[in-house]
């Protein structure tokens, strides 16, 4: 297990040889390719690497995907991995093998998998992480632990911490790194100091933070999200890449509604150069929430949702460059 100061010191070294880098050479790696980082790992080599999350094209078969994301121009997928979802948990073993296979004959990498693992004894969560670090594939997203009861927090907080230990072991045993998802509502994690505590004592190599700004500024609009994310950015591993508004619905209540990256409330600049500032490398796995994945196939509806990815596409690349992050 690394202690505090050898991630500290990880991070120095990683911010000292990236400066010499620079130096040697002007040069960069631009678009989608992936910038090496010089900071140990927690399972493998540590980059920065953008995807797409594949739920928004949950319309469309697994095998049809590797040339959809060809045609758009993305070459890496943060793809499902539970129910339904792409590849089906009881099924694992099997499917994901031959999906990994098909988006390596397409040139499209899966760095990372999103799965609705809580529990290292339920969910499929053995086979699953078994098959993922056969495969290579890094990391995966977990599940989320929720406040059934509010009278309750502190014995939930301790309940999930708890299970995500025993989920941190089964990752490290494969050699996998589960990233837990910051997300708004009942979620344990939607505070952020509840998620700093369940990752506090855990080994960072096992497991680390998916960092979600757009549901951390719905949780902390003011500086809730830039409190959050200063706590827990030596734990960020993963990060989702999304935006939203505010907007009251039809009975007048106010709901966030998720909109096209760059118009709506979250401060991704100020986001990645603080990620900038903490040596982030991994997966940034673009969601784009509001496009609908129940359009018919080949209908007006998903031609439009083509378009709008391919615009959030653009729109994360210039983000990450612009923050110097690839």
Known sequence: MMTQGQINLSRRDFVKSAALAAGLSAAGRVGSQAIEAA???????????????????????????PRILKDLGIDAV???????????????????????????????????ITTAITDAGKEHAERIVQTVGRLGIRYLKLGYYLYADMGRIPATVADAKARLRDVAALCRQHQVHAGYHIHSGRCVGAAMWDAWQLLEGLAAED?????????????????????????????ITLLAVKDFVWRKDA???????????GEGMVRHGQVLARLKDAAFAGPVSL????????????????????????????????????????
């Open 39 to 65: 900071e140990p790992a927690a399972v493998g080599p540590r980059r920065v690497q953008p995807c797409l999350f594949s739920k928004p094209l949950g319309n469309r078969k697994v095998a049809e995907l």
């Open 78 to 112: 943060d793809l499902t991995c539970r129910p339904g979802g792409h590849v089906l948990p009881e099924k694992v073993a099997d499917d994901l093998p031959a999906a990994i296979e098909r988006f390596k004959a397409a040139g499209v990498a899966v760095p990372m």
């Open 207 to 235: 497991v680390g933070c998916y960092f979600d700004a757009r549901h951390a500024t719905a949780e902390g609009g003011l500086a809730g999200w830039e409190i959050g994310l200063n706590l827990l950015a030596p734990r």
């Open 287 to 326: 969601h784009t929430e509001y496009c609908s994945p129940k359009v018919e196939p080949g209908s007006a509806a998903e031609e439009a949702n083509f378009d709008h990815i391919r615009r959030d596409w653009r729109t994360m690349l210039d983000l990450l460059r612009n923050a110097g992050l690839a």
């Open 251 to 261: 009975k007048g209540k106010w709901a966030a509604e998720d909109v096209p990256l």
